[in-house]
T-cell receptor, first 119, second 111 residues
Framework: GAVVSQHPSRVICKSGTSVKIECRSL??????MFWYRQFPKQSLMLMAT?????????EQGVEKDKFLINHASLTLSTLTVTSAHPEDSSFYIC???????????????FGPGTRLTVL | DAKTTQPPSMDCAEGRAANLPCNHS???????VYWYRQIHSQGPQYIIH???NNETNEMASLIITEDRKSSTLILPHATLRDTAVYYC????????????FGKGTRLSVIA
């Protein structure tokens, strides 16, 4: 299947700093990517939908000014956690659908995740 | 909100078949049933999907009831590496809609 990568896999930062997480589709183009967050022993929660060439769509309760999303190209979306605080510590996962979106089934592929720890 | 209901946990002996149930009584005619699993600290992995017919691939089989209100994922010969959280998700097959995850079933394969 298609491959989605994330970088970094793990990051530790001090409170108040900003952290950028990259999500790349390695062998296919993705006009849309999704960002999820997962706290320990909980399920994945959708944070936002990243759209190439337009603004991201955020789920209710997710601060768009805190979680900046940039879909710079058809293979790259970035999530920047601004002024990170300990409560932002979580596992961040991106996904990208592949396929002829409008006319056929498309499968979603997930990145390996990025574990963020804010001290 | 997730549109599926799954038992929170299950155990299975290594080498035996693991049968994971899922209820999706409000599924719409254009929604597929997807199964993903998540091994600890990794991204979710696609397993299988189906619309109304039973499906089989190299990983698992998916049995969907005739009324499509429930399904069962079958891992024919579970191994220790199959220990994971298994998510049953319903979603339209086309378009860029995201997967909405419920709580899933934590499957423990026991030696």
């Amino acid at each position: 299947g298609a491959v989605v990568s994330q970088h970094p896999s793990r990051v530790i930062c001090k409170s108040g700093t900003s952290v950028k997480i990259e999500c790349r589709s390695l062998d296919f183009q993705a006009t849309t990517m999704f960002w999820y967050r997962q706290f320990p022993k909980q399920s994945l929660m959708l944070m936002a939908t990243s759209n190439e060439g337009s603004k991201a769509t955020y789920e209710q309760g997710v601060e768009k000014d805190k979680f900046l999303i940039n879909h710079a190209s058809l293979t790259l979306s970035t999530l920047t956690v601004t002024s990170a605080h300990p409560e932002d510590s979580s596992f961040y996962i991106c996904s990208a659908p592949q396929g002829a979106v409008a006319y056929s089934y498309n499968e979603q592929f997930f990145g390996p995740g990025t574990r963020l720890t804010v001290l | 909100d997730a549109k599926t209901t799954q038992p929170p946990s299950m155990d299975c002996a290594e080498g035996r078949a693991a049968n994971l149930p899922c209820n999706h009584s409000t599924i719409s005619g254009n929604e597929y049933v997807y199964w993903y699993r998540q091994i600890h600290s990794q991204g979710p992995q696609y397993i299988i999907h189906g619309l109304k017919n039973n499906e089989t691939n190299e990983m698992a089989s998916l049995i969907i009831t005739e009324d499509r209100k429930s399904s069962t994922l079958i891992l024919p010969h579970a191994t220790l590496r199959d220990t994971a959280v298994y998510y049953c998700i319903v979603r339209v097959g086309v378009g860029n809609t995201p997967l909405v995850f419920g709580k899933g079933t934590r499957l423990s394969v026991i030696a």
